[in-house]
Nanobody, 122 residues
């Protein structure tokens, strides 16, 4: 069974930085596109960032461009989300996601983690 586990969430102040880590099971993931989504209270889950398995191509929601960076370490099967200049509106549960298709990942990923809470206070 394929599993994803996020870590690195926490409570920070506006302007601070956090790095989230996603650790999937199995080397199988090295050929998958990986991404991050988030869900704020009382809102629908939204796409944040994605990276293809070759790693040079990354994609971001307009709301995080220039502040967030997605990367991956294929040797260790890890995916990261570096979040800088955090804002209160970045508060939410952040989910790691994976799919064999980059297009499907951004719309409806096949695999999800359980999520990690990020809270940004003003």
């Amino acid at each position: 069974q394929i599993e994803l586990e996020e870590s690195g969430g926490g409570v920070v102040q506006a302007g601070d930085s956090l790095t989230l880590t996603c650790a999937p099971s199995g080397r199988f993931w090295n050929s998958y596109a990986m991404g991050w989504f988030r869900q704020a209270p009382a809102k629908e889950r939204e796409f944040v960032a994605a990276i293809d398995w070759t790693a040079p191509n990354t994609y971001y929601a307009d709301s995080v461009k220039g502040r967030f960076t997605i990367s991956r370490d294929n040797a260790n099967g890890l995916t990261f989300l570096q979040m800088n200049s955090l804002k209160p509106e970045d508060t939410g549960v952040y989910y790691c996601a994976g799919d064999s298709s980059l297009t499907d990942l951004q719309r409806s990923p096949a695999y999800w983690g359980q999520g990690t809470q990020v809270t940004v206070s003003s």
